[in-house]
């Protein structure tokens, strides 16, 4: 793929590497010695129309966020709605510039410290965006899990064992909210939060 | 065989050495001596509260209102008697003992009292609480019951394993472990490793929850017929069964790597879901608390299936069949021979069950009835002697369906699921291979990687405090007195 003009000026790649947590070594080279972020650019492009493909065009494009979810690497995670929500930057939340994919993928990359992915990690779950995971949050983000159907989701009486669980491990203040910074404790204990937040391409 | 480490005890702690009267200097109330004749009787006194179905007043508080009793009736007799003992017990020379594991049949599933025992305890373990926990809800309790200590923390991975090379067993008439798991499966590892293993090992065994990984702790606080509890209530449960001094066998699992490594396990081996963590990170060694935090739903999450191979030779199978020739290690004399094993390169033997090569979500070995103090994964019924329990779940699970089943599990009721992809057979041993490169195991929750490992359970291997179920047979002696058994080969199939 890529092919006429669609390859990052220099000048282009050190701009975005300010603006994103991967290094320029990764942008030029990449952990399997291709640029993680012209990987990224050609990925992004497939999902344009051919006609809009071009180096500008590219670059002040928008792509819908049912577009994104096709990406395999985003299909099977039950977060996907999300995910792209948090990082789009369109007023109505529904379509990704190449910025915003960038933004993304830097979230989700190897290079991400945990701090970061947490703090994403946080906004992604706070489906009310109101600051603090209560218990409709929580149950939102199980609902994800689950599946939505009527004999997939969890009883009310599951559901409240669950999310009572969950509160009593991570609810330091005992206000019935998770807040970010008891999210970020009780992430930093957990093991598998790195293996879980994680897109490669 | 380990070479002399150089064993440093943890950082003994003064205040820990047993005092003249066994009470605690800062105990608030005023603990009789344990010469107080009114101190003798009062644990038997204290009634053996069983659930009936599991209804009725919480047991941890009933408990402790009949405590609160005996600390009173033991205060009246303290004033009374109004004399304090000729000489701080801590100086005498100490008297000689019935060895708890006399073979001439003397008393060998009870501790004597008064007895000394040692306590392993790991500081940063539970959140750091452990020692605090210690001293508020165990200390107390030991004093007023004529256990002596003295305390050794554990400052590192491995040191209560090295500990347990170098120390001189024949000073406590049991080993208190403190922490989790993780400390247990340390400290009996560390007996095996001994020269001295086949009479080390018989040493008995506490287990204390101190806030994390606690599956031992709440089994037995199960076979006592106590209420599901946590936390503090747990450990003023399990300190009581030690007060007590009633010693039960337990089933011991001998676990072979591909590498060659022998390791014992005292609970569970996992595989999969359960054990799939990131190792990489030196904090994540040791899985911790099986419980449901946001983690967990994380894991879940990014749900994935693992490949591998599974036999096993199921319990009810044993009896009728004699062992396999013990092909493995002839020369390896450290630890018991592991009859039904034969050697990972070959085929498990034809009476073995296969299970066909398959995608799985988890499989676990667990030899106890909770996989932690809220995790009730074995209701089917007290471990027998010489089983194990084996689960796995086949791929294909849904993410709804297995959250049902952890949940459901909290109270026992996940085989009431009915769910097709989990299955149970109680076995005696089996083989585990991934498929899928090398897997990673959760042994203990103690993080281990390897190709293939395989196990076999020694039935009333160890020894710990615990009440005996009355549903047993009568213990047979310990194996060790037994000539060892090497059956006739199998005639070829």
Not at chain 2, 57 to 70: F, K, N
Not at chain 2, 133 to 162: C, G, I, K, W
Not at chain 2, 324 to 340: E, F, K, M
């Amino acid at each position: 793929m890529g092919g006429s003009g669609s390859r990052l000026s220099k000048e282009l790649l050190a701009e975005y590497q300010d603006l994103t947590f991967l290094t320029k070594q990764e942008i030029l080279l990449g952990p399997t010695g291709s640029p993680a972020c012209a990987r990224a650019h050609r990925r992004f492009c497939e999902l344009l129309p051919l006609e809009r493909r071009s180096m500008e065009e590219s670059l002040q494009a928008r792509v819908s966020l049912e577009q994104i979810f096709s990406l395999p690497e985003l299909k099977a995670n039950p977060f996907r709605e999300r995910i792209c929500r948090v990082f789009s930057t369109s007023p109505a939340r529904d379509s990704l510039s190449f910025e915003d994919f960038l933004d993304l993928l830097s979230v989700f990359s190897d290079t991400a410290t945990p701090d970061i992915k947490s703090h994403y990690a946080f906004r992604i779950f706070d489906f009310d965006d109101d600051g603090t995971l209560n218990r409709e949050d929580l149950s939102q983000l199980v609902n994800c899990l689950t599946g939505e159907g009527e004999d997939t989701r969890l009883s009310a009486s599951e559901m409240k064992q669950l999310i009572d669980n969950i509160l009593e491990e991570s609810d330091i203040d005992r206000d019935g909210t998770i807040n970010l910074s008891e999210f970020q404790h009780v992430i930093s204990r957990s093991p598998d939060f790195a293996n879980s937040f994680k897109i490669v391409l | 065989m380990p070479g002399r480490a150089a064993a440093r005890p943890g950082s003994e702690d003064p205040a820990a050495r047993p005092s003249p009267r066994g009470a605690a200097p800062d105990s608030a109330s005023a603990v009789s001596s344990s010469s107080d004749p009114a101190a003798e009787g009062d644990d038997a006194g204290v009634p053996t509260a069983r659930t009936p179905d599991g209804e009725g007043e919480p047991h941890s508080q009933h408990r402790d209102a009949r405590l609160g009793s005996t600390d009173k009736k033991l205060k009246a007799g303290a004033t009374a008697a109004g004399s304090a003992p000729t000489a701080p017990r801590s100086s005498r020379q100490p008297e000689p003992r019935v060895e708890v594991m006399d073979p001439a049949g003397g008393p060998r599933n009870l501790l004597p009292r008064p007895c000394r025992v040692l306590v392993l305890l790991n500081p940063r373990g539970g959140k750091g609480k452990g020692l605090q926990l210690f001293r508020s809800h165990v200390q107390p309790r030991l004093a007023q019951a004529d256990v002596s200590y003295r305390l050794m923390l554990t400052e590192r991975r491995n040191h209560a394993r090295e500990l347990m090379w170098e120390e001189e067993l024949g000073r406590w008439d049991a080993l208190v472990v403190m922490s989790g798991d993780g400390l247990m499966h340390e400290v009996v590892n560390g007996l095996m490793e001994r020269p001295d293993w086949e009479t080390a090992i018989r040493k008995p065994l506490c287990s204390l929850p101190a806030g994390s990984g606690n599956a031992l702790a709440a089994s037995v606080n199960h076979y006592a017929g106590y209420e599901q509890v946590t936390n503090e209530e747990l450990l003023n449960n399990c300190t009581l069964l030690l007060c007590r001094r009633r010693l039960a066998p337990m089933n011991l699992l001998s676990l072979r790597m591909a590498s060659g490594l022998r390791v014992f396990s005292v609970l569970s081996l996992a595989w999969g879901f359960i054990a799939d963590v990131d190792i990489e990170s030196e904090k994540f060694r040791r899985l911790g608390e099986m419980r449901f935090t946001v983690g967990t739903l994380l894991r879940l999450a990014a749900l994935r299936v693992y490949r591998g191979q599974l036999a096993y030779l199921p319990a009810e199978r044993v009896a009728s069949k004699v062992p396999a020739t013990p092909a493995l290690d002839r020369q390896d004399q450290q630890g018991p021979v592991d009859t039904h094993l034969v050697p990972l390169e070959e085929p498990v033997p034809a009476h073995w069950t296969v299970v066909p090569e398959q995608d799985f979500v988890l499989v676990l070995a667990l030899l106890h009835s909770h996989l932690g103090s809220e995790m009730f994964a074995a209701p089917m019924g007290h471990r027998a002697a010489g089983a194990m329990h084996l689960f796995y779940v086949r791929a294909g699970v849904s993410r709804a369906m297995l959250l049902r089943l952890f949940l459901a599990m909290e109270k026992g009721r996940h085989m009431e699921c009915d769910c097709p992809y989990l299955v149970y057979v109680p076995v005696v041993a089996f083989r585990l291979e991934p498929k899928d490169g090398k897997g990673m195991f959760a042994v203990d929750g103690e993080l281990m990687v390897s190709e293939a490992v395989q196990g076999q359970v020694h039935p009333n291997y160890i020894w710990m405090v615990s009440e005996p179920s009355s549903r047993l047979e009568p213990q047979p002696p310990p194996p060790s007195q037994q000539p060892p058994h090497v059956p006739p080969p199998e005639d070829p199939v």
